[in-house]
RNA sequence: CCAGACGGUCGGAUGACCGCUCUUCGGUCCCUGAGGCCGGAGGGAGGAAAGUCCGGGCUCCACGGAAACACGGUGCCGGCUAACCGCCGGCGGGGGCGACCCCAGGGAAAGUGCCACAGAAAGCAAACCGCCGGCCGGUCCCGGGUAUUCCCUCCGGGCCGAACGGCAAGGGUGAAAGGGUGCGGUAAGAGCGCACCGCGUCGCCGGCAACGGCGAUGGCAGGGUAAACCCCACCGGGAGCAAGACCGAAUAGGGGUGGCGGAGCCGGCGAACCCGAUCCAUCAGGGCGGGGGCGGCGGCGGGCGCGUUUCCGCGUUGCCGCCCGGGUUGGUCGCGAGAGGCGUUCGGUAACGGACGUCCCAGAGGAAUGGUCAUCCUUCGGGAUUGCCGACAGUCGGCAGUAUCGGAGACAGAACCCGGCUUACAGACCGUCUGGCCUC
RNA sequence: GAUCCCGUAGCUCAGCUGGUAGAGCACUUGACUUUUAAUCAAGUGGCCCUGGGUUCGAAUCCCAGCGGGAUCA
């Protein structure tokens, strides 16, 4: 117990308002796989963390044109899980992400899915090798 | 066995690893709080959660009331229900060989409207073609009388025409033409008469009733449309959890400007300003009286709003345009023990109701209830080895089918809750019944 | 979540007291003009969102569905 228990987890904050999104769109760093297509913008006065939260934050996306309630839950759980596995060891803080889904979102391997997001991290420049987490 | 009708149940299973959220227990950290973190245990989408089409609970508003009107809804009868446009049973009509299915199914002699085109006529009884009758006329034809013959004239018949009268069978128009079919009847016809059917009225019987059955009688009167207005009976105050409450924050929800109108009456208070007398004072100024009337207060009245009207009650009261600024994005509650689920039993044809036992069963908030993998199940496609059949025999074709490979597993995601309706839905299973075929 | 509105020609809309659907723009052809534009004349073009019902008859009335849009703290 190193006494930071939330830094230790590297826990995911989340985006939630509406401007943050907007926010992240209007950076115009983005990079689209056949699963989804991954927005990043860096932290500033504007847009920031409150203190104690999580220093990387992910906001999810999905749209009515992807299909109903039940295609939409399911292509952001997918997205949620495939973050949860990636993005706490390889993405460099200090950014926001977004992932929107697209109708590729659940058809694409899951393996697939986790590669194209490193893929997407490394073209964005927010890469850094670390551990996997457990 | 095949085809079909109705009702009901389920709507992938198991395991591993990694996660989310709620409840609860324990530990730990401090910034002591409804806090963070760690660990254990337990719970975690549906029959439609959907569409938002009805009905309620709940909350606020109008809650002072009432009556009438208006508006909206429902509409065979009886029952069930908290209530309903729901459900159950029955009746009537229609469909099906049948099980069974479908129907907004009150009133058209309370009144009004409409029924295009066509047709003579569309609602009130009339008559276009037509059928019939006698009379009159034409003198076209035939027969007869008179006469030798012809003309003329007389009688009868046919034909044609006009008006009159009788009829509604037939033709034709239309969705619909004042009962239908048949026989009699007649100048021709007609409910004119008769039989059957339909319809109306009356009586009796059965039924709580809708209605049904039987009999008598009338002699056809009363076309359709009320998912046209309407009449009758019954029901309904409005809005909705983005309801609403609390906490936090804030001086407050306003400010500036332009135009229009000059914003009722009365009473009292009364700033700026003006006037007067001249009191105090060196001046500034203060005091007194009158005018003035910004802006408040009270009363009456008016306008507007509470669906309309009446009595009454409440609220509000310069209007409009443009510009500026603020707030509303926050947190907590509402928020799940309920017209609750399951089982047994009793009453009832049933919907449903009673009693007893038992269980606690989702509470998110850019929105949890999952992600990945493996095995199994169901199903689809390919398919060796194998079996059967046929031709033929070194082979080929068809059917069945195992190992195995690949794909798919529907419709669909709670957002305050409940009862219904409607719509979507791969497949599996159970029960009852109907028609047909085969065997015993 | 709740409330409300609208689907008619290629486009924008009328028609909604039931009786075979119209206007403007657009398109085609012709005239005028050296040609084009403009103008004039004529013409083409519609399962009236879908399904069912009432009615002799439905774009219109009733019911159900599909699609689109607006508003509410």
Do not use: C
């Not at 907007?22 to 203190?51: E, S, T, Y």
């Amino acid at each position: 117990m190193d006494g930071r228990p939330t830094l230790r987890r590297r826990k995911l904050g989340r985006l939630k308002r509406r401007p943050e999104f907007l926010a992240v769109a209007g950076a115009k760093r983005k990079w689209a796989a056949p699963g989804f297509i991954l927005q990043a913008r860096r932290h500033d006065d504007r847009f920031h963390p409150a203190p104690g939260e999580s220093e990387l934050r992910l906001g999810l996306t999905a749209t009515k044109k992807i299909g109903g309630a039940v295609v939409r839950n399911r292509a952001r759980r997918r997205l949620r899980a495939a973050a949860a596995a990636v993005l706490p060891g390889h993405a460099a803080p200090g950014h926001d992400l977004v992932l929107i889904a697209r109708s590729g979102t659940l058809t694409r391997g899951y393996a697939d899915l986790l590669a194209d997001l490193a893929t997407g991290l490394r073209r964005l420049g927010l890469w850094q090798d670390g551990a996997d987490p457990p």
